[in-house]
């Protein structure tokens, strides 16, 4: 008896699925039956996340009406074979069912996950919590006390959610709105009962009370600090000078030449009446700036000053090399300037008055990035005189490869023999130092005030836990991270901590734990999102740029970063949204530093062209919407290389951010003769890029606060407050907008703030 063949079956054409070959040829055998709609092709695949037919059809018609638009088809006739017989489908019909198989039309680089081409970027919490929180009951007072009331938090229930991030979108100057300036930020060391009241105090706790840090302070005179202070090398005698900086501020054309020296600073309502910005030289360029939170109870023994804290280079030649580890002792310093309330004024409109209090000396070679404890670590008010009490906890990445830990002394309880110049102190060895072996550590953030993230250049980023090291008293310089992936390819930037709860099996937030998700960016154009408990990272974008900034913005739902062009773009974790950018603003030179606030949706972006550009994160991405996408430029920093002077143009006019067309738009806009483009260059002086943003931390009074840096040396603190679109608040008020009388929503002012 002769073998029995198997039977034959049906092979996949591949070149079918991809429209490979001829269009026309109808002959040849097609591709298998596809399976069907319960079944997702995949084992590991989920059943809910195939596109609807509507996606489908949708994504179709926009495709045909780009094609038509572009390269229109020509339409042909054809003869009926009978009355009988049916008649043949055209090909521009849609077809009845694209099968899992189906081509992707995509303009990006990467793949998405879950595809929907009905994605329109919308803010997403990333956990809710329905206890309360506070707001402010008037205009916030910088240096006074500030009432509050409880009220309705953001994520207390969907309405209030959806109601809040349609009223924030009508804010259309640069400063928030103060009505709506709410705490969005999430420690594990805060209280987070749903039962308690959501107060500054309880979710901000002062952190390190009573314990005793490792310090290393000396007092310095005044000459004995000259070597750790910036200078200017002299070409003729080799002597260190100082370097005063001669810009040009006021109107566009009256506009006065002055010179400011090191550490001296200029009040900007000299030029011009309304002005409350303050600007200072701090001698060289700035690569770090931070604040200091205070505790909210303790911020009137303090009489209510911001301390910031800036790090300038030895010189405005001096130019870091990355990976490139310098030998201790370099001498550098770290400058903590105090704004306080003015003297001749104590009005709520007080601008106050700025002053450079202290000078630290360390041994670690310049700062490259710095960042406080972001909840209070200063000592309580009762510490004997006779010890210098603590001001905070300040992290840094110096020039030496290492991450160091320095406890900060009070200006206040420093020595110095003139009350109107700063203190000097020198900073000995640090109470934590962290080195690793063949790298250096480049970028840092806090997760908490028990956990950093550090990122290496050699694509690194390391986790270390150093509650119990702090708390031992004892110097530590050889701690272990807890955690240590390779994530990029190159150096990292960029780190910063996604601040929000895991979740437990249940899917209950575990507000008692440390977040676990780090979004990163390097010299190799990835951003990524690592979950420190996964063994890989994912990349979320690719570009072809180096990505120096990667903050994280509650009010965004994730990190903000650099795309293509020097573009802006805000990025969610939300799965529903994961990988899909939304686009900010796009500023005419590269992109330095870019800092989002966890108390409003304002974001400030400092660029290379020597502009410190603000935008709302909020605003509706919907087409057609009646607010502008407004872009501020606060300021624009110009170099002119005749005369060696600066020029600082301010009070400009707000521009709109353009949007970007998609195909079909493209077309129709093709037929419209266009404005010319207005004149630019791409090349800019190094001394006029705004090298780093920082919004205030640490209270609701501090958030419209702005401090900006540039490469020239010269700083900048401004006030800034926000405003309604024509004046009109929406839903009858702050009240309307949280829900805080608790009656039924009102269907018709819905449909109006739509």
């Not at 070679?365 to 006779?386: E, I, N, Y």
């Amino acid at each position: 008896m002769g073998r029995s063949l198997r039977a034959r079956t049906n092979v996949t054409n591949y070149a079918a699925l991809l429209d490979v070959g001829d269009d026309h040829d109808d002959a040849h055998s097609g591709p298998s039956k596809p399976p069907p709609d319960d079944d997702p092709g995949s084992d590991f695949a989920p059943g809910g996340d195939a596109p609807s037919d509507a996606e489908h059809e949708e994504d179709y018609t926009e495709m045909k009406l780009a094609s038509s638009l572009s390269s229109p088809i020509p339409s042909t006739k054809t003869k009926a074979k009978g009355k009988a017989k049916a008649e043949k489908t055209p090909k521009e019909a849609l077809p009845a069912d694209p099968g899992p198989f189906e081509r992707p039309f995509n303009r990006q680089m990467y793949t998405l996950p879950q595809p929907s081409v009905n994605h329109r970027h919308k803010a997403v919490p990333v956990f809710r919590h329905a206890a309360p929180i506070e707001r402010l009951t008037c205009a916030p007072r910088l240096f006074g006390e500030n009432t509050t009331v409880p009220t309705n938090a953001y994520t207390s229930s969907q309405p209030v959610t959806e109601r809040l991030n349609r009223a924030l979108g009508y804010n259309i100057s640069a400063g928030p709105l103060w009505e709506l300036i709410e705490d969005r930020g999430w420690f594990k060391e805060g209280n987070w009962a749903n039962d308690h009241p959501g107060t500054e105090a309880s979710r901000r706790p002062r952190v390190y009370t009573g314990i005793t840090i490792y310090a290393q302070w000396s007092t310095l005179a005044a000459s004995q600090a000259i070597p750790y202070l910036s200078t200017e090398p002299s070409e003729d005698n080799g002597v260190s000078n100082t370097s005063p900086v001669t810009c040009d501020f006021g109107p566009f054309d009256e506009q006065e030449s002055v010179t400011l020296e090191p550490l001296e600073t200029v009040h900007m309502s000299r030029f011009f009446s309304s002005s409350k910005s303050h600007v200072f030289n701090a001698g060289a360029p700035i690569w770090a700036l931070d604040w200091c939170p205070i505790f909210a109870q303790d911020r009137s023994a303090f009489f209510y000053r911001q301390y910031l804290a800036v790090a300038p280079l030895r010189s405005t030649s001096h130019s870091p090399v990355v990976g490139v580890q310098v030998d201790r002792p370099a001498t550098a310093c770290i400058q903590v300037w105090t704004l306080g309330a003015s003297a001749s004024s104590t009005a709520s409109g007080d601008a106050g008055a700025l002053s450079c209090a202290l000078i630290l000396g360390i041994d670690s070679g310049a700062a490259l990035d710095l960042k406080w404890c972001p909840l209070p670590s200063h000592d309580v008010q009762d510490t004997p005189s006779s010890s210098l009490r603590r001001l905070g906890l300040l992290a840094g990445t110096f020039e030496d490869g290492t991450l160091s830990i320095y406890s900060v002394p009070h200006p206040d309880d420093v020595q110095r023999d003139d009350s109107k110049q700063p203190a000097y102190v020198h900073l000995g060895e640090p109470a934590i130092r962290i080195e690793i072996e063949g790298t250096s550590c480049w970028s840092v953030d806090w997760a908490n005030s028990e956990v950093v993230a550090v990122g290496c250049t050699n694509g690194a980023i390391a986790v270390y836990h150093i509650a119990d090291a702090l708390r031992s008293g004892n110097p530590v310089y050889d701690l272990i991270p807890s955690h240590y992936q390779y994530v990029h390819q190159s150096g990292v930037r960029a780190v910063s901590w996604i601040r929000a709860p895991p979740a437990s099996s249940s899917g209950d937030f575990r507000t008692d734990l440390d977040p676990t998700v780090i979004a990163s960016g390097g010299h190799d154009g990835t951003e990524c999102l690592w979950d420190i408990r996964d063994p890989s990272a994912n990349v979320m974008n690719r570009t072809r740029d180096v990505i120096p900034c990667m903050p994280w913005s509650p009010y965004a739902g994730g990190p903000i970063t650099i795309d293509h062009e020097n573009a802006v773009k805000a990025y969610s974790v939300s799965p529903s949204m994961m990988g899909r950018g939304h686009l900010l603003l796009e500023p005419a030179g590269p992109v330095w530093s870019a800092s989002a606030s966890e108390y409003h949706p304002q974001l400030a972006v400092g660029s290379a062209d020597g502009s410190c550009i603000i935008a709302n994160m909020l605003r509706s991405s919907r087409r057609g919407g009646m607010v502008p996408f407004f872009q501020h430029r606060l300021f624009q920093l110009d170099y002119s290389r005749t005369d060696g002077r600066l020029r600082m143009l301010d009070q400009l006019l707000p521009g709109e951010t353009p949007d970007r067309a998609n195909p079909a738009q493209r077309a129709v806009r093709a037929r419209i003769p266009a404005a010319p483009p207005p004149s630019g260059t791409g090349a800019w002086p190094s001394n006029i890029a705004v090298t780093r943003v920082a919004w205030g931390a640490g209270s609701l009074a501090a958030a419209p606060l702005l401090a900006s840096a540039t490469a020239s040396g010269l700083c900048r603190i401004d006030w800034l407050e926000g405003r309604w679109l024509r004046d009109r608040v929406p839903y009858g008020g702050v009240e309307g907008i949280r829900l805080e009388s608790g009656g039924p929503i009102d269907v018709e002012d819905e449909e109006e703030s739509d």
